[in-house]
């Protein structure tokens, strides 16, 4: 199976409850993200044409998009953690053996899991606050809380996702950068 394949068709690498949870989430990632950009860029592109065919842009282009790279980006760090396509910095993780790895890589899934979860109790505490506020989209004129809401929902499945990935390096043998994405290289072989 390629990295396509596996994008396309995701299953989880964990037993019972916790792969249906997984593979659950990624499904509604995928949803978010899919549709998310479709929207993005038919906002974009009707108000382009708007601008200049038309002669008059839509007014509340902006706030949409604003809204939509909110989304966008607070589902993909979930995204990008199910893959393990993450940013990494290995010097020290690579020289380990196996053994070494695997318990870096608990202690590193375990400790983001615990940042998301905070940054999760401080979001929520922000939108709460902003709520209290009652300020409003200008344009749309629904309150500015709602696109905040995404925000929450992205550190709160990437905390999943990394609590996750910990539990299944846990359980196996191997070292895993999530629950289905095996650490290692890909070794790319040039003919001469």
Known sequence: MTDEDSEKHYRSGLPGFLGTIDTFISKV????LAVGVLLMATNTITNVFGRFVLGSSIFFSGEINRILIIMITFAGIGYAARHGRHIRMSAIYDALPVGGRRALM???SL?????????LYYSVIYILDLYDKGRILPALGFPIFIIYVWV????????????????????????YLSTTVVDGYKDTETEV
């Open 106 to 108: 608990i202690v590193i």
């Open 111 to 119: 400790f983001t899991s615990l940042v998301m979860f905070f940054l």
């Open 29 to 32: 990632e995928a949803v978010i």
């Open 152 to 175: 929450p929902l992205g550190f709160l499945i990437t905390g999943i996702q990394y609590l996750l990935t910990a539990i299944k390096n846990m359980t196996s043998h191997d070292v």
